[in-house]
């Protein structure tokens, strides 16, 4: 979801199918998530057991501004050097800041809201953290 509006009536509404003391787990990526180089192309390939190839072509970028990551991506499976089948994907993604996440769940209408840095529930209080894991209970 990379619509502020469309990911709190997603919360809302998880809030709302929650059994009373129910827990909700959340994990979100961070801008601090992004590798260099951002923008650019990529390239990669993968050998199957049978000797054919899928070859990966992507093409990166983030505004900084609308927080907005970009994959566009073509993926080619090829059997002795003959492209059999090509998949398109444009993936895009809402990369949110550290303290961000907070006030969706919050106005969504959690209290119970604990933050961590990894599944082991470190407590989070790395700025840079590239994940965040939310356990949020519905106290009523």
């Not at 787990?25 to 961070?30: C, G, M």
């Not at 356990?135 to 009523?140: F, H, M, S």
Request: glycine share 4%; with cysteine.
């Amino acid at each position: 979801i990379t619509n502020h509006a469309d990911a709190q009536r997603g919360l809302e509404s998880i809030y709302r199918c929650l059994a009373p003391h129910g827990t909700f787990l959340l994990e979100i990526d961070t801008i601090d998530s992004l590798t260099e180089p951002i923008e650019g192309w990529r390239y990669g390939s993968h050998k199957r057991l049978d000797g054919s190839q899928i070859l990966l072509s992507a093409l990166t970028s983030y505004d900084p501004v609308t927080q907005l990551y970009r994959s566009q991506c073509r993926y080619k499976s090829v059997v002795d050097s003959i492209t059999i089948e090509v998949e398109d994907e444009d993936f895009r993604q809402y990369l949110y800041r550290f303290d961000e996440m907070e006030t969706h769940l919050k106005n969504a209408g959690f209290t119970v809201i604990e933050k961590y840095q990894d599944f082991k529930k470190t407590k989070s209080t790395n700025q840079k953290a590239p994940q965040l894991i939310y356990e949020c209970t519905k106290t009523v």
